[in-house]
């Protein structure tokens, strides 16, 4: 069927709206003229001035960013090996718990997961701050990237690792030059994801933040407690703007790769 | 010596910063509240045989007794499943729409429905807060389409968590259904149209069962992280909204009272182990069918 019915075309219409529009306002207002957020003032960028301006907003951010990078590389690191585990590890013991360990965090309330982590640092008496909170991110992240990168190891031909192996590649060579180049997209999208959540968690951070550490969605969400405001309207669109950029830019980037890797692999199989 | 080190360390991570916090969690669940820093009366130190004589379900006992924390968890399932359906609703026919879009536009739309995934949940469930206020745009909306004579109160209350719940979750209900639809053969409704069928009677019949898979995975990927939500009902709801995320939140942070913000945590836990359990049912049988 190539033309949309009437039905079609409304449901995508309207689910669409249902999912931009919210969006959109935030961004539109968020250049209003107005302190009152609803109400239309004009244009101006007059928020955006005051937001960078606001220093802890900027301490926020940073401390962000800091985590948001050391948890998503641990997170790629630990979640790509424990992926290898699940699938090219063959039977050990207490295979079962490790793969129960990977799959329960992913829907784990965050609730639960802030408070154990944060009764276990009090526990073993870690000061909370930055490092608690890569801890604890770390933690949950590197899940989702097992799960992002075990899905593309078991669809890959394991033969092309018995080649190298057989060729008299060590296994850590084979691994490093045969499995790696082929698994990269799925390991780049796996930190890509844990960099994302990282950034937007909210609950887990703030059970495992100390004082000396406050991040961007707690600074945010004792904002917006408070209510609507202009400030906040100027934050998000930024976020959103950085996200938007670069979820289209990796998409565009990685649906080239690929249109260049077919054109490479039917220039091979013409040369042989 | 390699594939050991493999094992290990992922392993002995998950065991120390997953496993063991559930243990501290559940152990201190049976410990009383004391007033000191932290605020709970240490069991375990003095060795195995006092731990047994000072366990106590005084906590638990003090759950079942304060009817705030029952009410709280038959609210938050009632909540869940109430916007699991609405989410099922509204998902179906966008999911239904996009499977039978021009296949040049698939990629593109589902796209499109990834996309705020990426961004901020909180962002997402603050820009609601805007518009569902007595003088937000969808107040003024209705007012300048004279539906309604003055503003109605939505933010605040338990509809405002259901608007909240159902935008935010929608992809993850979109997602699946569209896997379903988007492998399903296209001849089997127009034999079941050429056998005399209806329309209506083929989609019944045919393409809703023939999506069951998609349908069942969609519902739990909502119903499961909405139970335990505390972003949305703190923002969205009101006083009235009593969910147990955010119960579990106050206890622990306004309260201080840990053991039992530890109880509730593992009272969420046994609960959410049934919904757990048949997801990860559904999705074995949909793997073992495929292969």
């Known amino acids: ?272 | 010596m390699q594939r050991f080190i493999l094992i290990a360390v992922p392993y002995a991570w998950l065991l120390a910063l997953f496993l063991i916090p559930f243990v501290i969690v559940f152990k201190i669940s049976l410990s009383d509240i004391a007033l000191s820093i932290p605020p709970y009366a240490p069991i375990l130190d003095d060795g195995i045989g006092p731990f047994f004589a000072a366990l106590d379900f005084e906590n638990f006992v003090f759950l079942t007794s304060d009817d705030l924390y029952w009410k709280a968890y038959v609210s938050s399932l009632r909540i869940a499943a109430i916007s699991t359906a609405i989410t099922l609703l509204v998902g179906y026919p966008i999911a239904y729409a996009m499977a039978r879009a021009p296949e040049e536009w698939r990629p593109t739309l589902m796209m499109l429905v990834i996309l705020p995934f990426w961004t901020s949940f909180l962002i997402r469930v603050y820009a609601w807060m805007g518009i569902l206020s007595q003088e937000g745009f969808l107040n003024q909306f209705l007012l300048w389409l004279g539906v309604i004579g003055e503003p109605l109160t939505i933010l605040n209350t338990t509809t405002a968590v259901y608007i909240g719940i159902v935008y935010t979750y929608l992809p993850f209900m979109i997602l699946p259904i569209f896997a379903a639809l988007d492998r399903l053969d296209g001849s089997l409704i127009e034999a079941a149209e050429d056998l005399g069928c209806s329309r209506l009677q083929a989609f019944w019949l045919v393409t809703i069962p023939l999506s069951k898979n998609g349908i069942v995975a969609g519902s739990f990927l909502v119903f499961i992280p909405a139970l335990g939500e505390f972003v949305i009902p703190s923002l969205l709801g009101g006083s009235g909204t009593l969910m147990i995320g955010k119960v579990l939140w106050e206890e622990f942070f306004n309260n201080r009272d840990w053991p039992v913000a530890s109880a509730v945590a593992v009272i969420l836990l046994l609960i959410l182990v049934i919904p757990i359990v048949l997801f990860q049912r559904n999705q074995q049988r949909q793997a073992e069918a495929e292969t």
């Not at chain 1, 907003?57 to 690191?77: G, H, N």
């Open chain 1, 1 to 272: 069927m190539n033309r949309l019915s009437w039905f079609n075309a409304t449901s995508l219409t309207l689910g669409f709206a249902f999912l931009y529009l919210p969006m959109i306002i935030l961004v539109v207002y968020s250049f209003n003229e107005s302190k009152l957020v609803t109400v239309w003032a004009g244009f101006s960028t007059k928020w955006y001035g005051e937001l960078l301006q606001n220093e802890s907003f900027l301490d926020a951010a940073w401390v962000t960013i800091k985590v948001a990078v050391l948890s998503s590389t641990f997170a790629t690191v630990l979640g790509t090996m424990a992926a290898y585990v699940l699938v090219r590890g063959g039977r050990f013991l207490g295979r079962t718990v490790f793969s129960g360990m990977i799959y329960a965090p992913l829907v784990m309330p965050e609730v639960i997961t802030g408070l154990s982590l944060l009764l276990l640092f009090i526990g073993i008496g870690l000061d909370r701050g930055v490092i608690t909170i890569v801890l604890a991110h770390t933690t949950f992240s590197m899940c989702y990237v097992s799960v992002v990168v075990s899905s593309r190891l078991m669809t890959f031909d394991r033969s092309l690792e018995e080649a190298a192996l057989d060729l008299g590649c060590s296994s850590f060579n084979a691994f490093r030059l045969v499995t790696l180049p082929i698994i990269a997209p799925a390991v780049i999208s796996g930190w890509l994801l844990a960099f994302t959540l990282s950034l937007d968690d909210l609950v887990i951070a703030s059970f495992t933040a100390g004082p000396s550490a406050t991040t961007l969605p707690i600074k945010i969400f004792s904002a917006v407690r408070l209510g609507v405001s202009p400030e906040i309207n100027a934050l998000s669109t930024l976020m959103i703007g950085i996200v938007t950029v670069g979820v289209i830019s990796a998409s565009l980037i990685s649906k080239r790769k690929s249109v260049r890797q077919q054109q490479e692999e039917q220039a091979a199989a013409r040369a042989a």
